[in-house]
């Protein structure tokens, strides 16, 4: 098993930025894919942003431009890079990684961003 724990999160203007980093460990890192995902209050939770083993990455409509999603195997984290950042960006966001049918969660980091 690998356990994911999200740090970054914070209140932040509009037209601001945050990263998100999301540290592994109990578990090689480089074999799960992973992603980040967000759910707002009364809101599904939904997909923000993948990258593979490969490190291949996909985002969702809403954060292209603006979010950069990364990993560094070697230091068995994962991040999320988040530019000017909008009020419909707040929300909890939550690290997942994939092998297989396995899926892991971190806790979540609520990321706010208010004027």
């Known amino acids: 098993q690998v356990q994911l724990v999200e740090s970054g999160g914070g209140l932040v203007q509009p037209g601001g930025s945050l990263r998100l980093s999301c540290a592994a460990s109990g578990s090689a890192f480089n074999i799960y894919d992973a992603a980040w995902y967000r759910q707002a209050p009364r809101n599904q939770r939904e997909l923000v942003a993948t990258i593979s083993t490969g490190g291949n990455t996909a985002y969702i409509n809403p954060v292209k431009g603006r979010f950069t999603i990364s990993r560094n195997n070697s230091l068995n984290t994962m991040y999320l890079q988040m530019n000017s950042l909008k009020p419909e960006d707040t929300a909890r966001y939550y690290c997942?990684?994939?092998?297989?049918?396995?899926?892991?969660w971190g806790q979540g980091t609520q990321v706010t961003v208010s004027s």
């Open positions: 997942n990684a994939r092998l297989r049918n396995d899926a892991y």
